[in-house]
Structure formats: C-alpha cells, structure tokens
C-alpha cells in the first residue's frame, strides 16, 4: 500500500461509524482523497446526502468539496483498501463494556476484507481489545491472517464535542500499528489531515492505554473537585471562590466541579476497571472517582431539597425549573446526561420540573428520559431554577431574566456550573 495510491484516488478509504468521532475525519479525509462513509443509521445517511449534520458540530462548508459516498450498504465497503473504525464502545446496565458495536463493525469489516488491506480501530477500548477480540474475529470471517495477509492499527480519537479550538486538524495525534510498516502507513494516512503531527506509538497496547487514562485523569481530578465542594458546602464556604484564590499559584490544576456524563469521561473508566478486575486487581482511585461523579446527579438534587425546605418554599407539587438535559454546554448530545438524575432526585421528592434546553432534540429526549421539554419556561411559576447546563444562551441571562421566572423573590437559584457567580444578589443563591 503506497499512500500515493489514496492520493491519485486509485484506492479508497472507508469511515464505519458517522458519528461525532467518524464524521469529521470521513469528511477531513474526503477533501484530499476517496473515502465511503458507512453507518446502519439509514436516516442519518440520508442526511448527510443532504450536507446535513445533526448533531450541529460541523458547519455547511465542512461538506463542501468532499469526495465521499455516503452508505448504509455494507457490500459497498469491499471498495476500499484502508478502513477505519469509529463506533460508540458504551456500557451497559452494571457498568460492563459493550463490546458488541466495535464487534459488529469488526464482523462487517471481516467480511469484505482482502489480501493487502489496513484496518485501523479509533474507538475506546481497554488495553488489548484490539488485538485480542477483534483481530481474531477479523481473522475468523476473512479466512485471511494479520500481519501477512492485511495489518492492522490503533489510533484513539480525540474530539471534543462542542470545542472550535482542539480540532482533527490542529491536536497532535496517536497512531500505532501491528508492526513497523503498519505504523509507518497508518502515519502517512493521518498525516493527510492532522497539522499538528503524530505521536507514534511503539505498540498498539500503549496507544489504546494512552486513551483510556486521558479520560480517567480528568474524572479522578473532577471527583476531587466535586468531594471538595460536598466538604465546602457543608461549611458555607463557595468553593468557585476557594478555587479562584487556589489558581494563583503556579501549578495549581485548573478543574472545576460538575457533573461528569457523556459518552468519554463518564464511560471510559469503567473499561479499565473491567480489565483489572480480570487481571485480579481492584484498582481503589478510578472506583472512587467514579463512584463520587456517579453520586453528583442526586447529591445535587437532595441538596436543592433541603435548602428549599429551609426557606419554607413548596415541595410536593411545588414546580422547578432545570436549564439543560445535554450532557455538556454547547452540544446536542445527551448520552448519559446527569442532569436526569438531577431531575429524578427532586421528582421522587414530588416536584414538577419542567426542563428546558435550546440545543437538545425533544424527541431525543422523550425516547431516552421519558419526559417532555418545555418550549419556554412560565413566567412567576418555580420555586426555584436550576443552571445545570452551561449553555452560551444561559451565560447571558441576568438576575432580572431569573426573577421573571421565579414564583417570587425568594426563589432558590442552584448555579451548577457556577455561571451567575457574581451575578445574583437579591435571590437566593447556591453552587457546587
């Protein structure tokens, strides 16, 4: 395989999975040579026959001079020569990996595979899964054998939902291969589109491992953060203002409290935790992180209870008013949200809480949490308002926009991410 043969378009390359990881390298890869992006979502193929991104992360002109067909054809992937893996890795109802999206992929990719071929995988996994579950089974379906018929790589992902600043093109990417020719290939591939560079990795282990403790870095600190603030609060101290004060010295670590969801953070821990456990190790710090993340949803919710209850405000049938369901600020996402468990906590306590989000699908919403969205929010209806997400439409409200909201001025404002620190002084006023 010369990388001269993509860019003369003589060979194709194939993106499985159109999703937020898939997408923008299908469509960044599409600007310089062939690429067939595949994806079981036959609704979401149409749309994107229609320059059409759903998820709002990329702009009309990402779409323009591409050179890509959109799929849901499986058959139509034996076109090409280098294919790449970008499908979700969840968990399931006991925390487990599932498996089975990279595994179906891996069986669609197994069957049209031939004598020459590259498959790289960019989905989170624990260390070895590539290697140990899916070159087997790409093995088993094509009859063919890794490292003598057709190579494989890794190369982890690094999108972040909702960031215009770290994109594909400008953060430094991982890349690994089953031997040194693999590595040297799959290089020259991502190097069309990512102008930062690559790092390249000497196994595949170390690149899938590199992966997975990005996000339990950012989980573990996060959980500090959030025990932090449980401990604070319960001696009347704002922890935004102890972090601000902290921040002044020089390798202070900038993060902050909140809820941990999503498809990353709140995901990727529980599949190294799966291998240590069968590696007969209880790894004490990543549980603990995540037990603190997991338990933030209703610690948040019982403590808008009880502070509602000490202003002697309604609480059976008393109305609240929660700005945000997505997963984080500026996305459509949903996935694993914790706001919902926000909205739980204070339903099983008998409030009505009516949830409002600019960037969330409604019908996304029904199907996954069972609830409605509000068009609006009602004007003199709430006992109190909760910012649980940090849009950039609610960053812009003021006290006035709160109170037109609240029942009246004793409402309750539980400020989340912390947004309207030093905005609100007639309501009363709560974050983490």
Known sequence: MEITDFIEKKKKISVTGLGYV???????LAKKVSV???????????????GTDASGELPAEAFENTDIVYTDHASDLAEASFHIVAVPTPIDAFNNPDMEPLLAATRTIGAVLKKGDYVVYESTVYPGATEDECVPLL????????????KVGYSPERINPGDRKHTLANTRKIVSGCDAEALQRIGEVYALVVDAGLHYAPCIKVAESAKIIENIQ?????????????ILGRMG???YDVLAAAETKWNFLPFKPGLVGGHCIGVD??????????LKYHP???????????SMGGYVG?????????????????RILVLGITFKENVADIRNSKVADIINELKDYGMQVDVVDPRADAAAVKRMYGFDLCRQPQEKAYEAVVAAVSHQEYQNLSEADLLRWLRDENGLVDDVKGIFRGKVSKLEYWSL
């Open 22 to 28: 898939g997408l923008p390298l299908a469509l960044a």
């Open 36 to 50: 067939i992006g595949f994806d079981t979502d036959r609704a979401h193929i149409e749309a994107l026959r229609k």
């Open 139 to 150: 093995e088993k379906i094509s009859g063919l054998r890794c490292g003598k018929d057709f």
């Open 218 to 230: 950012r989980d573990v600190n996060i959980a500090l953060m959030n025990e932090l603030s449980i």
């Open 237 to 239: 101290i704002n922890t």
């Open 269 to 278: 821990p529980y599949y190294l935790v799966y291998k240590a456990r069968e």
């Open 284 to 294: 004490h710090v990543i549980n603990a992180g995540r037990f603190v993340n997991d």
């Open 302 to 318: 019982k403590r808008i209870i009880k502070r509602l209850i000490s202003m002697g405000r309604t609480i059976l049938n008393g």
